[in-house]
């Protein structure tokens, strides 16, 4: 599996070609390190290096194959991490639909046991769709963890909407006084970006690069390298935000912070567009 990822990472394996194993082998595998590994990468082929076209295509494929997992698989850690995994992978409506019913317990499926933060990454995730019953969800899960860990889903839960006004809304106060901590800062950045609001999110990609060097000026080392790390569009895997990095790249000199950080964002985001155009190929 190892050797297989390099592989795609490298362009000698298609992602296309490395999912279609997955789907097949891995449903029944019973060891815990390699389910966690390779969903993990199978995710991550997902997102992003799988070519854009296939994308949605091949988040439902996966999802598929982690519903038979949850019956296939060994009862127990096993089906945890493919749900977790699914977690992290569904988008459409019709699979947010039967994750839902999972993750809410409608049905009874042996080992799998449901914590709090599948039900909040449920949650984020169907605000996230714009899902008619996102407030109502995260409302519930805010009444069961008012602890810290739910207040900060429920940050991410507010910057994760799909709308316009509530994209601005925080991102001006992520660049104003922020949320009250760093921790908290961090949980509603990590709500922000999402390949399927592309098109809704298009205005703020050229304002993360353009705004980089006042918050690397402005902000303390730790906040600064949270904000690029956390906030950064890697979700756009394509030459124009390629190109707006680079165009930061060339035109500062220093920190050297900022600078190790766009130097490899860009590695990382031309390795996976030319993942993408090999297996487009």
């Known amino acids: 599996w190892t050797a297989l990822w390099d592989m795609v990472r490298d362009q000698r394996f298609s992602s296309i070609d490395y999912l279609r194993l997955v789907e097949s082998k ?30 949605v295509e091949e988040t439902t494929r996966f999802v598929g194959a982690g519903r038979r997992a949850l019956d296939a698989a060994p ?22 639909a039967m994750v839902s019913t999972v993750v809410d317990g409608a049905e009874d499926i042996e080992g799998l046991a449901i914590d709090q933060n599948m039900r909040w990454a449920m949650a984020i995730r169907a605000s996230a769709a714009g899902r008619a019953d996102a407030a109502e969800r995260a409302e519930r899960e805010a009444g069961r963890d008012p602890s810290d860990r739910g207040r900060q889903a429920m940050l991410s839960v507010q910057t994760a909407v799909p709308t316009a006004a509530a994209q601005e809304e925080a991102l001006t106060r992520m660049h104003g006084d922020g949320y009250g ?14 390949a399927s609001q592309a098109e809704l ?30 906030l950064a569009p890697r979700y756009r895997v394509d030459d124009p935000a390629i190109d707006l990095a680079r165009g ?24 996976a567009l030319a993942a993408r155009r090999f297996a487009d190929a």
Do not use: C
């Open 75 to 96: 009862p127990g850690d096993p089906r945890v991490l493919w749900l977790r995994a699914m977690l992290r992978a569904v988008e459409t409506p019709e699979d947010m």
């Open 181 to 194: 901590s760093l921790q908290l800062d961090r949980a509603a950045m990590a709500g922000f970006n999402w």
């Open 248 to 271: 930061v790249l060339d035109r500062i000199d220093g920190p050297p912070q900022l600078e190790r950080l766009l130097i490899e964002l860009v590695a990382r985001q031309e390795r």
């Open 26 to 55: 891995l449903v029944s595998e019973a060891n815990l390190h390699i389910i966690k590994v390779v969903t993990n990468t199978a995710t991550s082929a997902i997102s992003r290096y799988v070519p854009e076209t296939r994308r």
């Open 201 to 230: 999110l298009a205005p703020y990609v050229g304002r993360f690069f353009e705004g980089l060097e006042g918050i690397f000026e402005t902000r303390e080392h730790e906040a600064a390298k949270a904000y690029f790390s956390v």
